[in-house]
Each structure stands twice: as structure tokens, then as C-alpha cells.
């Protein structure tokens, strides 16, 4: 061992802080101890840090605080809050510095809700944490063993004594809720010496009990430990005394099973840490080291959670539930997870502990059966789930533990829900008077909306017949998929444009990105709080759990719901609101926005200033995205039309090898009717609204046919009746290096104004022709692709020539704009001067992002995961708005622009369009309106809503 001590010189006058470098050498529980004994004598002493690696070699624990090197001092920061009775340091409003889970516990107790003492180490901690080679901050294991002062004094018992014990739980707890990924450890505090004092205490049974659960604990989320093989040892156990439950083994057999656990450890090249502080500072580094786990990596990219610092670690007085006949643990929400309705909604075990309910090894039972059970703890849960609804104002996941009928409150967040849930609860408290519309509008998620506009099954008495298994409806909605049963595969299937179900025993955190992939969940075991249908519900996936009759052979890669055998890569049909599991695949039909949805979107009409708009190239786009509530049509792609039909597909390419002008105006000719029948159509279907149409746009090989080049140019020569070297000349020609940047948009129409000309006068002709049957039109004409002001005056001024010979030729006007799409970045630095001649500007996103970082969406998929997975990226930049650079170009274009021409038009068309965050981010911009695909209309007027509300709260 090696210590170096010193002093740090302090420019003002006050005490100076003594500090120590302590390296060790080995691992030995003396050495350990030798540490801590070292640690505690001095103010800012530093421990020692030793890595246990399991035998793949995988750092697994750190069992010593690591070095710390104090240069100069520094502002005192707090990082360690008491939360109890007798301290209370936070309060529900610092989430971010405390953590969800944190703030809410300190909240709890200054109600005066019954909750177990103890402390919380800040967000800021784990990012110091990390930023510092996974060190704690000067000064903060001595804060920690302050705050364990605390809480000893408050409890009356005494850390790591065998006379009088306190054991702890640690917990993690980031600001925003990510169930199940994050570590836990409870019963901390627990030896060799200390479990015999409290067996004297509490009874063996008791007390070995939560000894082998410790040593399960700890050896798998602090040492690497793998959980089945402790797992293997009980299981052992249960079968040499010939018992099924873990509640019959005898405190005898629990001592036994708790030797055995130990074993577990040597036997795979480590030891178990018998001093309970060397204990607490490993679970503390467990926690921390879980924010950088794949799965809670996995799990912030799929939820799109940015911004997050870290996780605070929650460090808590255990309350048992597994002390007997009196004592129990249950998770429930306050409203119904899945529809909404207002009764408490959960589970719990009698003589357990609290990861026996999530963990599916016992079947819970439902809340209300309580009631019976034990009545008064039952009225009494009853009162502080209504408190906590009524402090809160909002739905709230609770877990409780009863310890010899005393009942405790151990955390509340709020609860995550589906979105029929979400609407539903927000809609009933206004009518209950807990809130106003305009905070029921903030109380749902936007993308909760995507959820009720998935599909439901067309007839459910229709599958009746091929029903064959029943579980427990943990996540609503229908779902068809084909079978499979590893996470991996949902990835890999997912990814070659399959629908999966994932089929699975029971999920764990490192499913989730499988489960993010499938269209639903079935597991056989877990109830209604388990770890899938939490996460099922929040993703608004389909999910059943507790399948008893499911039976899963993944060696012969087959299943058996009852006596039904199904195959992987069978189809299978699942219910999430019923339970219902049925062989084959089942028809699916769209919801309506009626009833408490409907009542919802009025308020967020209400409130709502910004427009929302649609991407659509047919009626029927237009159609659907005007029940969905848009207001006009914000992009029409033209080039998309010729692709309806083979016969259009041919006309374009008549015209694009067209070896003269005649010959590709007589090809244009050709195409005309069917581009104004099909703006007659979206026209009609949008009476009264705007229609943005964008003049063509795609690079021209899009056109050709695939395949050998000679095999092409025999094809068109057929086709067109031309020479096969000409078209051979002119494919050449056509070919580009980098289609972003090649020949395309208005530098095709300048080039070809022929082809502009056409569009521009199907458009015209078009809203003259409906406008003489009493439809009112509003047509945008949009230039795309322009980097110069000029590029745009000559389109410009070629679609007004086109217009007035429409006009003169029809006999009657209408007004229309002419506009462009800012999507190159020259274009937004200089519209200042693009403003002059545009009457409106529509940003086109997706080539904006692609110009802006030099990024292409096809190939960006090639190294996007790494990027993600590195840190590099915190979002796919093609589908979140990329706010300091993109949007930084939007909100300069915006302003240039509008200093120009003070009454342009601005609106948004791009991918982003239906992305919550990148809605709010463009209102605050001052953007008039987002454009969308027909489905996220709703998502982007519940978005804009918000944005609109929490200005005004502003």
C-alpha cells in the first residue's frame, strides 16, 4: 500500500483540506477494510479503487473509492441530500438535480407521508463521475457518510452493527423515468456478523432470507456476477426439500442457500465484501457505471431522451414486506395504465419483497383483493394514492411496502401510460377539477397520439375460433406479426422490412431494443407492472404477459400456446386490450378521433396558433390528412404523380430521352391531363385550404428502368421509338456522381423551361377549372432546390408569363403565390435577398440536414448506430431537427427574410415536420406552420399546442 498526504494552499483564510493518494495493492477484505479505516480519519482522504473482473474479464465492481487529486480548492458544492423526517433537504421541483425518483421521495415526506429515510447523491455527481475517469468528486464519499449519520440518528440503529442494524437499498434514478434500466441493491449492509445479530433480532427465517437476496443482488448488478447461477443454487435447494416455493425453505435451508451464494463468488474468482461501507460505495459506483450501460444508452435513443446529466443514486432505509403474515410489497398506478379508468390499478405479494412483483417469480395478486386481506392498510394506501393524485395532479406509479402493518410509501413518479390512457385521464381531470384544458393539454405526450391512430382488428367475433391462449392485457392495441423469440432476431427482421412479435419467457432491459422493433410483446411470465408492460405501455407497443399456456422450445425454434404448437416466423395476431392470442394473421382497421379524443383535440385546437399542414401527392392523402385535422397542404411532390401509373412512368421517359425540344414538349403534352386532373383532385379535396406544389424536383435516372444497361436502352428504344445510341448518349449524360447535388430541381426547369411551363400551367388551368365549380382555391407554387436569388427570378417570372396566358386563355384570374423551398444552405444565408422575389418560404428539411452536415439519408444508416452509440450524435439528425445547426440556418432565413418582405410566409415540410421536439423548436422560431405526413398531423397540432400553452405560461 501507498500513501502520499499533503496539504492544498488555500488563497483566503479558513481551514485547509488535508488530502491523501491511497493505492492498493491487492483485493483482500483486510486491505479493503485497511482503506476505509484510512478514508474515515482525515477530511478529504481518498480510498483506493480495485477492479473485480469476472472470468470474461469484464470490469464488475469497484470495491474502494478511487484516487482523487486535489490542486486547489474549490466552491463547495452539495451533492448529497437528506430526505425523512427529521431532514428534508429537496423538494419535487429539483428533478433534474435529484433525480425523479429523488425529488419525489423528498416531496413525499414534506406532505408528511410515512416514507423510509435516507439520502440522494445528485445527476451532477454521476456526470462528475464520469467526466473524471468514474472518480466521486472531492468530498462527496464523506458527504455520504454524513447523510448515513442522519439517517442512523433518525432510525435509532446503527450501519454495519449487528446489534441494532440498518440496511439500506440503493437505487438509481435519472430525471426522467427509465424503468428497469438502471441498477438497484437491496438489504445493503448485511455480513456474516451482521446477519446473525439480526436473526437474533428478527427471526432466521427473516433474516437469512434477505441475506441470500443481498448476495444475489450485489453479486450480479455490483460483481458480474451472473443472477442464474444463484438462481441454479436455490433452485437446488427448493428440489432436496422437496418444495416449490421460496416461503417454505426453513430459516435452516435460507442459511444454507446463503453459504451456497457465497461459493457462487470464490467459485468464480472473486469475494464477497464482508465491511458494509466498502458495500454501500460499490452499489454507489454500480449505479453511476449503469448510466453508461448499453441498455440505458439503448433505451434514451429509442425514447429520444437528450440532456440528461446522469442518474442520482437513492440511498434508502429498507422496510421489509417479507416479515411475515402482516407484512407485504405491491406496485400499482393510481388510474388504469392501459384505458384510463379511475380505480388503483397494480399488484402485490404478501411476505415479499419488492423485486418479487416485477420479477414474475410469484404470481401477485391484484390490488383490490387487499381490500379482504388486510381492509385498514388497504383504506389507508387508498387515502395516500388520492393525496398524491391531488398534490400532483396527475396519475401516479407508487410502490409500497407494509412491514408489520405499518405502511410505507417507498417512491412515486408519474405514471407511464398508453395513449388512450393518457387521453382519457387528462380529459377526466378537468371534469373532476384538478385541472384546466389548457394543463390537460400538457399532460399528454404527443407521440402518445400515435398510439390511437394505430390499427385495431376490423372484427374481434370474427378470430373467436382461433383464440388459443389468454394473458394479461398489459399494453392495449392490435398487432400481426411473424414469431420470434430472441431480441436479436426482432432486430434483424425488422431490419429486412418484417413485422415481428417477440415471443419471450420474460423480458429483461437488454431486450429493448428488440422490443422497440417488434409490433408487440407476449411473454409467459410477469403481470401488469412487470418489466415489458411498462415499457410495452410507454412505447405504445402491443403487449400481453403472463401467458400461462405458453410454452417456449427456442431449441427447436417453436412454442405451444396451450396445445397449439407455433413455429418461428408463423403468423400470430395479438389483442393487448383483451389478452387474446390467435394463430394467423387478422384484419385491421383505422380508429376515429371521436369521444374523449375528440373532446381533447378541441383544446388543442383551441390553443394551438401555429398551422399544421400535410405532405400529400393524391386526394386520398388529402383526404385522410383533413380528418386528421390539417389545414392546407404544405408539399406536393409532382415527380410522385408519374409514378402512379405505367403508362405515366413511360410518358416521363419519352421526355427525359427526348433527342429535341418538339419531341419533348409533344412527351409533355402527353403528361398535362394527368397533372391537372390530379391538382383538380387535391384542389377539390382541400376546398378552401392552401395547396403548396412543388415544381419537379428528383434527379432524372429515378425514371429509368433498372438493370443491364443494354437491356435498358433496347427497352426504351421500344418504348419511346428512338435511336438506341441517342438514348444510350443520353442516359450517359444523365448519370450522376452525387444526385444531391446534380440535375435536378429548378436547374432542370432552367435548363428545360418546357417542363416547368407544363407544370405550371397544370397548376393554373387546374385551379381555374375547380374554382368555376365553387371551389375555393389557394395555390402555392414552389420553386425547389434554388442557391441563387436569379435561379429563382427565372423561375419566377416563367411561372407568372405561364399564368397570365392561363388566364387570358380561361377568361377569369385566381390568386396564387410563388414561393421556394430553402433546402441549400447559400439560400438561407442570402434570404434576405431570396425574400424579394418569394412570397413564401417552406423549409425542406431533409436535403437542408443532408447540405448542412454533408450527410446523405441513404447512406447515413451506415454508420448513424456508431455515431449514436459514441455520443457523437444524440438523435438522427433526418428525423429530430438538428437545432444549433439546421435550425440555427431556419431561424436566420426566417428573420433575413421576413426583414425583407415583413408578411412572408414560413412553414416547414421536411421529415421534422411531425417531430415533437422539432414543432416546438420552429414555433419558437416564429414559423407559421409544419407540414406532415397524413398520420402525424395530430402529433404536430397536439405539439404545437403545447409550445403555444407553456409560451403563454412564459
Not at 113 to 130: D, K, N, Q, S
Not at 196 to 211: N, S, T
Not at 539 to 553: A, E, P, V
Not at 709 to 729: C, Q
Amino acid at each position: 500500500m501507498q500513501v502520499t498526504m499533503g496539504r492544498t494552499a488555500a488563497p483566503f483564510a479558513g481551514p485547509r483540506r488535508c488530502f491523501a493518494h491511497v493505492r492498493l495493492a491487492g483485493g483482500s477484505p483486510a486491505s479493503l477494510r485497511a482503506g476505509r479505516a484510512l478514508r474515515l480519519k482525515g477530511d478529504g482522504i481518498a480510498g483506493a479503487r480495485l477492479a473485480v473482473r469476472d472470468r470474461a474479464g469484464r470490469a464488475a465492481a469497484r470495491l474502494a473509492t478511487p484516487v482523487v487529486a486535489v490542486a486547489a480548492p474549490e466552491v463547495a458544492v452539495k451533492r448529497v441530500y437528506n430526505f425523512g423526517k427529521g431532514k428534508n433537504d429537496g423538494d419535487a421541483s429539483m428533478k433534474s438535480l435529484l433525480g425523479g425518483k429523488g425529488a419525489n421521495l423528498a416531496e413525499m415526506c414534506g406532505i408528511g407521508l410515512a416514507v423510509p429515510p435516507g439520502f440522494t447523491i445528485t445527476t451532477e455527481t454521476c456526470r462528475a463521475f464520469h467526466n473524471n475517469d468514474r472518480t466521486l468528486p472531492e468530498g462527496c464519499w464523506e458527504d455520504t457518510l454524513a447523510a448515513l449519520k442522519v439517517v442512523e440518528e433518525e432510525m435509532g440503529q446503527k450501519f454495519g452493527d449487528a446489534a441494532n442494524p440498518l440496511l439500506l437499498s440503493v437505487r438509481s434514478g435519472a430525471a426522467v423515468s427509465m424503468p428497469g434500466m438502471m441498477d438497484t441493491v437491496l438489504n445493503l449492509g448485511l455480513s456474516d456478523n451482521v446477519v446473525e445479530g439480526l436473526a437474533a433480532k428478527a427471526g432466521g427465517r427473516f433474516a437469512y432470507d434477505a441475506y441470500r437476496r443481498f448476495l444475489d443482488m450485489f453479486g450480479n448488478v455490483v460483481m458480474g456476477v451472473p443472477h442464474e447461477l444463484f438462481e441454479e443454487q436455490l433452485e437446488a435447494m427448493k428440489k432436496e426439500k422437496g418444495v416449490e416455493f421460496d416461503t417454505d425453505l426453513s430459516a435452516e435451508d435460507m442459511k444454507e442457500v446463503a453459504h451456497r451464494y457465497k461459493q457462487v463468488y470464490v467459485d468464480q474468482g472473486t469475494q464477497f465484501p464482508d465491511d458494509p461501507y466498502d458495500q454501500l460505495r460499490a452499489s454507489i459506483y454500480a449505479v453511476f457505471d449503469s448510466w453508461e450501460s448499453d441498455r440505458a444508452k439503448v433505451y434514451r435513443q429509442v425514447a429520444k431522451l437528450t440532456g440528461l446529466g446522469g442518474t442520482a443514486v437513492n440511498v434508502q432505509t429498507m422496510a421489509f414486506g417479507n416479515m411475515g403474515d402482516t407484512s407485504a410489497t405491491g406496485v400499482l398506478f393510481t388510474r388504469n395504465p392501459a384505458n384510463g379508468d379511475k380505480h388503483l390499478y397494480g399488484e402485490y405479494l404478501m411476505n415479499a419483497q419488492g423485486e418479487d412483483v416485477v420479477a414474475g417469480i410469484r404470481t401477485p395478486l391484484h390490488i383490490d383483493d387487499m381490500k379482504a386481506e388486510m381492509p385498514q392498510m388497504y383504506d389507508e394506501l387508498v387515502r395516500n394514492c388520492d393525496l398524491l393524485e391531488r398534490h400532483y395532479k396527475e396519475m401516479q406509479d407508487i410502490e409500497f411496502t407494509i412491514q408489520e402493518g405499518k405502511l410505507f410509501m417507498l417512491q412515486c413518479r408519474t405514471g407511464k401510460r398508453t395513449g388512450m390512457s393518457a387521453v382519457k385521464i387528462a380529459v377526466a381531470m378537468v371534469d373532476e377539477g384538478l385541472i384546466t384544458p389548457e394543463e390537460a393539454v400538457l399532460k399528454v405526450d404527443a407521440n402518445h397520439l400515435d398510439q390511437l391512430l394505430h390499427p385495431q382488428f376490423e372484427d374481434e367475433a370474427a378470430y373467436k375460433d382461433r383464440v388459443v391462449a389468454t394473458g394479461l392485457p398489459a399494453s392495449p392495441g392490435a398487432s400481426v406479426g411473424q414469431v420470434v423469440f430472441t431480441a436479436d432476431d426482432a432486430e434483424t427482421m425488422k431490419a429486412s422490412g418484417h413485422d415481428v412479435i417477440l415471443v419471450r419467457k420474460e423480458t429483461s432491459p437488454e431486450d429493448v431494443k428488440g422490443m422497440h422493433s417488434s409490433e408487440g410483446v407476449v411473454t409467459q411470465l410477469g403481470g401488469m407492472t412487470s418489466h415489458a408492460a411498462v415499457v410495452a405501455r410507454g412505447w405504445g407497443k402491443t403487449c400481453i404477459t403472463g401467458c400461462g399456456d405458453l410454452q417456449i422450445d427456442e431449441g427447436n425454434g417453436s412454442c405451444r400456446f396451450g396445445n397449439t404448437v407455433v413455429n418461428e416466423h408463423d403468423w400470430i395476431s395479438i389483442n393487448g386490450t383483451t389478452g387474446e392470442v390467435i394463430v394467423g394473421k387478422c384484419p385491421l382497421k383505422q380508429p376515429e378521433m371521436v369521444g374523449d379524443l375528440g373532446r381533447f383535440m378541441h383544446w388543442v385546437d383551441q390553443f394551438r396558433t401555429m398551422g399544421v399542414y400535410t405532405n400529400a401527392d393524391t386526394p386520398e392523402d388529402a383526404a385522410m390528412a383533413r380528418e386528421n385535422g390539417a389545414e392546407g397542404i404544405g408539399l406536393c411532390r409532382t415527380e410522385h404523380m408519374f409514378f402512379a401509373t405505367e403508362e405515366r412512368i413511360k410518358t416521363v421517359r419519352k421526355m427525359i430521352v427526348a433527342q429535341s425540344k418538339e419531341d419533348r414538349v409533344k412527351a409533355l403534352d402527353e403528361l398535362l391531363p394527368f397533372q391537372r386532373s390530379d391538382f383538380e383532385g387535391l384542389f377539390t379535396a382541400m376546398d378552401g385550404l392552401p395547396v403548396t406544389i412543388r415544381l419537379l424536383d428528383p434527379p432524372l435516372h429515378e425514371f429509368l428502368p433498372d438493370g443491364d444497361m443494354d437491356e435498358v436502352v433496347e427497352m426504351l428504344a421500344r418504348e419511346t421509338g428512338g435511336k438506341p445510341a441517342d438514348i444510350a448518349e443520353t442516359i450517359e449524360r444523365l448519370e450522376e456522381l452525387n444526385p444531391m447535388l446534380g440535375f435536378r430541381g429548378c436547374r432542370l426547369a432552367i435548363t428545360y423551361p418546357e417542363i416547368a411551363e407544363m407544370q405550371a400551367r397544370a397548376i393554373l388551368e387546374a385551379a381555374v377549372n375547380v374554382s368555376k365549380k365553387g371551389v375555393k382555391v389557394q395555390p402555392d407554387i414552389m420553386v425547389p432546390l434554388i442557391g441563387t436569388s436569379a435561379e429563382l427570378k427565372n423561375q419566377e417570372s416563367l411561372v407568372r408569363r405561364m399564368a397570365e396566358k392561363v388566364f387570358e386563355e380561361k377568361g377569369t384570374r385566381v390568386d396564387y403565390r410563388v414561393g421556394t423551398m430553402i433546402e441549400i444552405p447559400r439560400a438561407a444565408l442570402l434570404a434576405d435577398q431570396v425574400a424579394e422575389t418569394a412570397e413564401f418560404f417552406s423549409f425542406g428539411t431533409n436535403d437542408l440536414t443532408q447540405m448542412t452536415f454533408g450527410y446523405s439519408r441513404d447512406d447515413i444508416g451506415k454508420f448513424l448506430q456508431v455515431y449514436l452509440d459514441k455520443g457523437i450524435l444524440q438523435v438522427d439528425p433526418f428525423q429530430v431537427l438538428d437545432e444549433e445547426g439546421v435550425g440555427q440556418l431556419i431561424k436566420m432565413a426566417t428573420e433575413k427574410g421576413r426583414a425583407t418582405r415583413p408578411n412572408l410566409k414560413v412553414g416547414l415540410c421536411g421529415e421534422q415536420g411531425g417531430d415533437p421536439a422539432s414543432v416546438k423548436f420552429v414555433y419558437a422560431v416564429g414559423l407559421d406552420y409544419v407540414s406532415c405526413s397524413p398520420f402525424r398531423v395530430p402529433i404536430a397540432r397536439l405539439a404545437a399546442a403545447q409550445a403555444s400553452v407553456l409560451d403563454k405560461k412564459k
